[in-house]
């Protein structure tokens, strides 16, 4: 069986406009999924791994997974070195970033949590009468099933 990709799939399926649109460019009314189709996708900047998340079956996932697997084993082992270079060589700038924002994080820390408060106290009254209001519900719900009738799901 063949998969064929549209635009308005794309778009349905939540793709970033940018993508929609470069896809739209190459394939106006879509294309069937060949092996060079989706090499031409990835050159050109098209995200394969959102498309595979996004447009293809629970089966067809867990295959691309499956067999996606040692690539991408193989491409962090390969860049492991330069990972550890970047982490080197960014280490005392994440240092002095971190000791610089610790004062606004401490602050922003003490005011979300006093704003949590107030939230909480408003929140569990209004939950209290959302409970009320379920209950009502419910109860008006369930004289609609009669004393025989089977209840199902």
Not at 124 to 136: G, S
Request: glycine share 4%; hydrophobic share 40%; net charge positive.
């Amino acid at each position: 069986m063949t998969m064929k990709i549209t635009p308005a799939m794309l778009r349905q399926a939540g793709a970033c406009k940018d993508q929609v649109l470069l896809f739209e460019q190459l394939w106006p009314n879509g294309a069937t999924v060949t092996l060079a189709r989706c090499l031409k996708a990835v050159q050109l900047g098209l995200n394969l791994g959102w498309a595979a998340a996004n447009l293809l079956s629970a089966t067809a996932r867990k295959k691309y997974s499956k067999d996606t697997a040692p690539a991408w084993k193989k491409f962090r082992k390969d860049t492991a070195a330069a990972r550890e270079k970047f982490d080197k060589d960014t280490a005392a700038a994440r240092e002095k970033y971190s000791k610089d924002t610790a004062p606004a994080w401490k602050k922003f820390d003490k005011d979300r949590d006093a704003a949590w408060v107030e939230y909480e106290k408003d929140r569990d009254a209004a939950w209290v009468e959302y409970e009320k209001d379920t209950a009502a519900a419910f109860y008006k719900a369930s004289r609609l099933i009669g004393n025989n009738e089977e209840v199902t799901r």
